[in-house]
């Protein structure tokens, strides 16, 4: 395909499901030359088309593959941070413990986040490196989590107790609480919003409903000189501290 003479580097962000993550359970540490799973997979076809469109050509690609991209971001309800600082304020306009709504293994399994400024950094780095042209690479905060041992820190921020691991589908529990919702947002004052805006429970539930570790490796990255790490714990709190300073979230 024609491209401008100018044209230096393409990336791609691709994600977890790279490894199959949303099939079920896969090999951990996930590491960028694991076997692929049998097809289809939107990021092998995307991968393929730009591997074989560089050949020849002066300019470089790389690709990343962050897992649970989080930040403060009120315009995406796809935020961790959020549908759980929405589903907190709830259970203590409530009066109801943080009970944790996924699965037993997932509360207790091993699991990371991304950063999204983390991300962007990373993002940088790829595109200028020469060791990371043409090549993949996972991008997560470097360090991994359990929910089991947020969860209480959560709680403990919202002044509420924490509960019980009490599995249900946030995306049909939830939903009929928009009423209520408004009536949170004109008593405590917040920006105008609707539950949704804040919260895209099916995300949820997905992630709250995996039963295994998701970990990746981020040797291969760190090989290239990128260094930077992030405290997933400390950072969740604080956009969602963040959200409640902005009045997103009361």
Not at 58 to 70: D, E, G, L, M, Q
Not at 122 to 131: D, E, F, I
Not at 212 to 222: A, E, G, I, P
Not at 237 to 250: D, G, K, T
Request: glycine letters at 6%; aromatic letters at 10%.
């Amino acid at each position: 395909a024609a491209h401008d003479a100018s044209l230096q580097h393409i990336h791609l962000v691709e994600g977890g499901k790279w490894y199959g993550q949303h099939l079920g359970p896969y090999p951990t540490p996930a590491r960028e030359d694991d076997p692929r799973h049998v097809p289809p997979n939107f990021y092998y076809d995307q991968e393929d088309l730009l591997r074989e469109r560089q050949r020849g050509q002066r300019w470089t690609w790389s690709a990343s593959r962050p897992n649970v991209i989080f930040d403060y971001a009120p315009q995406r309800a796809r935020n961790i941070v959020s549908i759980v600082g929405a589903y907190a304020a709830i259970c203590r306009e409530l009066g109801s413990p943080l009970d944790f709504p996924g699965l037993p293994a997932q509360f207790h399994a091993l699991t990371e986040l991304t950063d999204a400024t983390h991300l962007a950094r990373a993002l940088h780095h790829m595109a200028t490196a020469p060791a990371c042209a043409n090549a993949a690479f996972n991008v997560t905060n470097g360090d991994l989590i359990r929910w089991s041992h947020l969860w209480p820190l959560i709680a403990d921020a919202y002044g509420i107790k924490t509960g019980v691991v009490r599995p249900m589908l946030l995306a049909e529990v939830m939903p009929g609480r928009d009423a209520l919702w408004q009536a949170m947002v004109r008593r405590h004052c917040l920006v105008e919003s609707r539950l949704e805006d804040l919260a895209l429970w099916p995300f949820a539930d997905a992630l709250f409903r995996q039963t295994f570790d998701v970990v990746s490796s981020t040797t291969k990255l760190r090989k290239t000189g990128f260094a930077d790490v992030v405290d997933t714990e400390e950072q969740f709190l604080a956009h969602l501290a963040r959200y409640r300073e902005q009045r997103h979230i009361p």
